[in-house]
Structures are given as structure tokens and as C-alpha cells.
T-cell receptor, first 110, second 116 residues
């Protein structure tokens, strides 16, 4: 079935880079997303990548996609305390549903 | 970017009552809206896809008669939790997709429902 998995927790020091990893199972996925959720709030789309791309950079964010291994990562450069949140990986499947991972809680230490 | 609002942001109700949650796209028309449920420290679970002017498509395991969805206009979808019970307590999030967008959904801020 369709599934998205990601590690549940990541702790980094302020100023370091954060790398959040995600794996998915649907080889016919069309888009892959990273969302950010702050406490008690909805989801904010951070970035997305087409399945025919292998990298996308947007300011401090770098998304890497390894389609062969069905592996997606989000790198946040110069991580700040304001980046502390839950980050969800999601894929838009060939059936046009969006499947979310369980979320990675990023904790940034000052 | 596009804005989606939800109302109310928080609601507490007694067991057995019905609660209506509104989802509005403020600056675009959304032919498709989605309703998700999120349990604490868990991912979003898609409940149903709402298409303007037609019946909603519910995901497997979601009770249609329990969670009534109405998408009466291109900017408004409502979710009514009927005869709410404590196990319905959750964070409900809607999202909306503009017709010209192939990729992006815009999420509302969510509604926290607590059933006593």
C-alpha cells in the first residue's frame, strides 16, 4: 500500500544544518512535499519537488530526491530556533491522493 | 499566497450534540477541498474530498453519516460532526486547491474539537 515514513525526532544546535529524511513507497508519485506545522496551527507548505527532479533549492532549504530509492530529504541550513516545529513529508500518489508521513519534530537548541 | 480560514478555531461541546466547522478559501475559488483529522503527535488522516456541487468522496473507514460534508460554493465547505462523542475529539484541518494548481494545497489553521 501507499506509505510515507520519517523519523519522529531530530535535535540540532542553532546555526547547524538540519537534515530530515523521508521514504515513500508509491513509485508513481508525481509531487513530493515538505510541510511545516507549528504548535496548534495548520500546515504551511515549505517546498515541493516534481518527481522528475532530483534537487531543489530555495534559500535555506534544499530538497534532495532519490527516486530509485524512494528517498526524500529536507536540509535546513543555519537552523534557527524559529525553525522548531513538526515537519511533514508528503507524496501525491499516482491516484492523486496526498499521503502524509507521521512528522519529524525538530528541536533547535540555542 | 492563498489563504484558507477555518471557523471556529476551537470548540468544546457536550456528548451527543452536533458541531459544524467551516472552511473558506479567502482569495481564490476552490473546486476541491479536503478534510483531514490529526490525532496528537500523529500524521494527518484524509477523511474526505469535497467537490463543489457534488457529493463528497469519503475515505475507507470514515462514516458518511457521522461526518457530513457540504461544499455549497466555490469558497466554502463545511464539516458537521453529528452526535459527537469523546472519541471524536481531535484536530480537524481543511485544505483547498485552486483549480489551476497542479501541486499545491493550502491548509487552514485547524479546528480543535473537544467533546466532553
Amino acid at each position: 500500500g501507499e506509505d510515507v515514513e520519517q523519523s519522529l525526532f531530530l535535535s540540532v544546535r542553532e546555526g547547524d544544518s538540519s537534515v530530515i529524511n523521508c521514504t515513500y513507497t508509491d513509485s508513481s508519485s508525481t509531487y513530493l512535499y515538505w510541510y511545516k506545522q507549528e504548535p496548534g496551527a495548520g500546515l504551511q507548505l515549505l517546498t515541493y519537488i516534481f518527481s522528475n527532479m532530483d534537487m531543489k533549492q530555495d534559500q535555506r532549504l534544499t530538497v534532495l530526491l532519490n527516486k530509485k530509492d524512494k528517498h526524500l530529504s529536507l536540509r535546513i541550513a543555519d537552523t534557527q530556533t524559529g525553525d522548531s516545529a513538526i515537519y511533514f513529508c508528503a507524496e501525491k500518489t499516482g491516484g492523486f491522493k496526498t499521503i502524509f508521513g507521521a512528522g519529524t519534530r525538530l528541536f533547535v537548541k540555542a | 499566497g492563498a489563504v484558507v480560514s477555518q471557523h471556529p478555531s476551537r470548540v468544546i461541546c457536550k456528548s451527543g450534540t452536533s458541531v459544524k466547522i467551516e472552511c473558506r478559501s479567502l482569495d481564490f475559488q476552490a473546486t476541491t477541498m479536503f478534510w483531514y483529522r490529526q490525532f496528537p503527535k500523529q500524521s494527518l488522516m484524509l477523511m474526505a474530498t469535497s467537490n463543489e456541487g457534488s457529493k463528497a468522496t469519503y475515505e475507507q473507514g470514515v462514516e458518511k453519516d457521522k461526518f457530513l460534508i457540504n461544499h455549497a460554493s466555490l469558497t466554502l465547505s463545511t464539516l458537521t460532526v453529528t452526535s459527537a462523542h469523546p472519541e471524536d475529539s481531535s484536530f480537524y484541518i481543511c485544505s483547498a486547491r485552486p483549480p489551476e494548481s497542479g501541486a499545491e494545497q493550502f491548509f487552514g489553521p485547524g479546528t480543535r474539537l473537544t467533546v466532553l
